[in-house]
């Protein structure tokens, strides 16, 4: 219970958010999961950092198949400049709120949020690093490495990635996983980052929050996606 308590402490006292650079930064927003754990919905919003228009993105991720639901992409940009002060996330309430009917077709719980098991620091990340963090409910360790792999440069810039989990249990048996789509190139994605790791409330589903590091011209902008398996 303890080790429990200060992990929330812990956890608690950071945000997540991403280093600070010229472009444009995205937020990442946890919307939940179905109750029984088979799909999350997730969000991103920002400014865009040249026109200065607010906007955001809405996913619904079927969990088992790694992958969006039919239809569970969304984007909003908003037509006029953001007012001095403000930080974009009106776009995100506008999105919400303009297709709140998919999160109830997929049971989409806004109250059975991730419950996180690890949260980067800002600062730098080296290429292929790997991560180690705990489930202390569970007993569980894990480890995990991201294998990124980037082609070209300029406006010919692309990459991919995968991430290899290995699941130790309380009894010292262990699993291990191949996360990812290795195959889809994202175009003038530079780099990628595990920022956080989290769990459905109930049951073994686990999310995995990836942020993008995105080239814009000379600057760069921040995008988050995320890997999502059955344990």
Request: hydrophobic share 40%; proline share 5%; charged share 20%.
């Given at each position: 219970?303890?080790?429990k308590i200060i992990l929330f402490i812990l956890i608690s006292g950071f945000a997540l958010s991403a280093v600070l650079w010229a472009g444009d930064t995205a937020t990442f927003v946890d919307l939940g999961f179905s109750p029984d754990g088979r799909t999350y919905m997730f969000a991103q919003y920002g400014v865009q950092s040249g026109a200065l228009k607010p906007w955001a993105d809405l996913f619904v991720v079927d969990v088992p198949r790694n992958n969006f639901v039919s239809g569970?992409?969304?984007?909003?940009?908003?037509?006029?400049?953001?007012?001095?002060?403000?930080?974009?996330?009106?776009?995100?309430?506008?999105?919400?709120?303009?297709?709140?009917?998919?999160?109830?077709?997929?049971?989409?719980?806004?109250?059975?949020?991730?419950?996180?098991?690890?949260?980067?620091?800002?600062?730098?990340?080296?290429?292929?690093?790997?991560?180690?963090?705990?489930?202390?409910?569970?007993?569980?360790?894990?480890?995990?490495?991201?294998?990124?792999?980037?082609?070209?440069?300029?406006?010919?810039?692309?990459?991919?990635?995968?991430?290899?989990?290995?699941?130790?249990?309380?009894?010292?048996?262990?699993?291990?996983?191949?996360?990812?789509?290795?195959?889809?190139?994202?175009?003038?994605?530079?780099?990628?980052?595990?920022?956080?790791?989290?769990?459905?409330?109930?049951?073994?589903?686990?999310?995995?929050?990836?942020?993008?590091?995105?080239?814009?011209?000379?600057?760069?902008?921040?995008?988050?996606?995320?890997?999502?398996?059955?344990?």
């Amino acid at each position: 219970m303890l080790k429990k308590i200060i992990l929330f402490i812990l956890i608690s006292g950071f945000a997540l958010s991403a280093v600070l650079w010229a472009g444009d930064t995205a937020t990442f927003v946890d919307l939940g999961f179905s109750p029984d754990g088979r799909t999350y919905m997730f969000a991103q919003y920002g400014v865009q950092s040249g026109a200065l228009k607010p906007w955001a993105d809405l996913f619904v991720v079927d969990v088992p198949r790694n992958n969006f639901v039919s239809g569970g992409k969304f984007s909003y940009i908003h037509d006029k400049p953001v007012v001095s002060g403000q930080d974009g996330s009106g776009a995100l309430y506008r999105i919400i709120t303009k297709n709140n009917a998919i999160a109830d077709r997929y049971g989409v719980n806004f109250l059975f949020q991730g419950q996180p098991l690890y949260i980067s620091l800002d600062g730098p990340s080296a290429p292929g690093e790997t991560i180690e963090f705990r489930d202390f409910e569970n007993e569980a360790s894990y480890r995990a490495t991201l294998v990124p792999s980037v082609e070209g440069s300029g406006t010919n810039l692309k990459s991919s990635f995968y991430i290899n989990l290995e699941r130790t249990a309380k009894d010292g048996s262990r699993k291990t996983y191949t996360v990812g789509t290795p195959q889809v190139k994202r175009p003038l994605v530079a780099s990628y980052r595990i920022r956080k790791v989290m769990i459905a409330p109930h049951d073994g589903s686990m999310i995995l929050v990836i942020e993008m590091k995105k080239q814009n011209g000379a600057d760069y902008d921040i995008r988050y996606m995320v890997e999502a398996l059955r344990l």
